[in-house]
């Protein structure tokens, strides 16, 4: 894993370890105060688990294309050039593979829809890839190679896997130009055209739904970006 | 910065605010710290910057000394010891007010650090950074003498003393020793990482109470920004 200061003056470290008050509300949601949207017009369940490190759990409600968008204040991100970026997570799919979708990271979308700005880890029941999208075009790469993973591809159920992007260079738009990816600490890919302009706008974002009319389960860990200061 | 800036809880208490957070803009809810706010005069309109690292804006209201007070709990805070830090990243952002009018520094003033009032008067306790159209001054407040530096010699201000309009400027306060009284004794100050100066024969007390604030205001009668990148705030701990 990537180490970066923790101080402000240095950069912005957003994360939640998910040890909160008991409040699962909008607007309320763990140590970031997370508003909640729903996807599909059916919320999913939110709950917390006993654990040492704070576990949030998002469960669907069993129809296909619903779920629920975690997220900050919209648009009040961008991503400037430059290294240092990072998104990572800790996450679990808690009882099944299939049907069960998750994109997590910074990004526009509150629906099923693939967002058309942000960078993101994107799982299709399980399958992993991870995109980067802006105003000057899309790029998306799957996950290879990966030992923890079936196939070096696919999320094992009930099984943690850590996952992380991290951006770097500087594209014709004045956006990060490089997205390479790493799986349970593993290099898992890299998308090296990112057309994200620096204008672009997006949020901080878990968004997780189902395809198969079965309530999926998605636990999630600890969610952490870090983004170095500009001058 | 000392690499003990970052220690744990058990070394000290560290408040910072990047204001990445969720849409609340109102009193109780503001940013990561859910500053409260209070109104000087009439109400400053208060949104957050689409930005990489989180930009809170303050835009004070058109009558002159129209403004805004963030703080956490009133009187929640008192300086005991040494080795407090205190700094920010601020702008007077150079956006559009009105029409084409653009914000300016005339008659943009604030205070950011620790103080006790929550009006455009000056505090009468606290340690804290003024600006006073831009032009940049630091305080210890006190019940018993006010120490005031002015900051001088810094190439990234106008005339090493005023800040420039759409530039982000680093503030930051470092007390250290202590004083009879058993509260902090010099403080320094340090502009974009230069140093500004420093205040000696502070005589704050261990025991006068302030609260984490950000006074933003005007006195020039027009609309006036305020862009606030971090708050950021080091309390040592003892006893």
Aim: glycine content about 12%; some cysteine; charged content about 15%.
């Amino acid at each position: 894993m990537a180490e970066f200061p923790l101080g402000p003056k240095e950069g912005t470290r957003v994360f939640d370890d998910f040890h909160s008050n008991a409040s699962v509300a909008t607007g309320l949601v763990g140590n970031l105060d997370w508003e909640i949207t729903a996807v599909g017009g059916g919320a999913s369940t939110l709950s917390y688990l006993a654990s040492p490190n704070g576990i949030l759990k998002m469960t669907t409600d069993g129809t296909t294309g619903h779920g629920s968008a975690l997220h900050l204040m919209a648009d009040k991100v961008v991503l400037a050039p430059g290294d240092g970026t990072i998104i990572r997570t800790r996450v679990r799919l808690g009882t099944q593979i299939a049907n069960n979708l998750f994109r997590i990271g910074i990004h526009d979308s509150v629906t099923t829809t693939e967002p058309t700005k942000g960078v993101w880890i994107d799982c299709a029941a399980g399958v992993l890839s991870f995109d980067v999208a802006g105003s000057g075009g899309d790029a998306s790469v799957n996950v290879g190679g990966v030992t923890t993973l079936t196939s070096g591809t696919t999320m094992v159920v009930d099984t943690w896997h850590d996952i992380e992007l991290r951006l770097s260079g500087r594209n014709v738009y004045g956006g990060p130009a490089n997205v390479r990816c790493f799986v349970d600490d593993e290099y898992a890919g890299e998308i090296k055209t990112s057309l994200l302009k620096s204008v672009d706008t997006m949020e901080f974002k878990i968004l997780h739904w189902d395809t198969g009319n079965v309530a999926q389960v998605l636990d999630i860990d600890y969610y952490e970006v870090y983004l170095p200061r500009n001058p | 910065m000392s690499d003990d800036f970052i220690g744990g809880s058990k070394d000290g208490t560290h408040i910072f605010d990047d204001f990445h957070s969720n849409s609340a803009i109102t009193t109780g809810l503001v940013g990561n710290l859910n500053w409260d706010m209070t109104t000087i005069a009439h109400a400053s309109t208060p949104s957050f910057v689409a930005s990489p690292n989180g930009v809170l804006r303050l835009a004070a209201a058109a009558a002159s000394g129209d403004g805004e007070a963030l703080t956490l709990k009133a009187d929640g805070v008192v300086l005991v010891g040494d080795g407090q830090v205190f700094r920010c990243r601020v702008r007077y952002p150079n956006s559009v007010t009105t029409g084409v009018v653009r914000n300016s520094l005339t008659g943009n003033n604030f205070r950011i650090g620790f103080g006790n009032l929550v009006t455009a008067v000056e505090h009468s306790v606290g340690v804290f950074l003024s600006s006073d159209a831009g032009v940049l001054t630091w305080t210890c407040a006190n019940t018993t003498t006010d120490v005031t530096g002015t900051v001088t010699g810094i190439p990234t201000l106008t005339g090493g003393t005023t800040m420039v309009l759409d530039k982000w400027h680093d503030l930051e306060l470092r007390l250290t020793e202590t004083n009879v009284v058993g509260a902090p004794y010099k403080i320094s100050c340090l502009v974009d990482g230069y140093p500004a100066g420093e205040i000696v024969t502070a005589v704050l007390a261990a025991n006068e109470t302030m609260e984490f604030s950000i006074v933003h205001y005007q006195d020039s009668g027009a609309i006036a920004h305020f862009d606030i990148d971090y708050y950021e705030a080091w309390i040592p701990r003892f006893g």
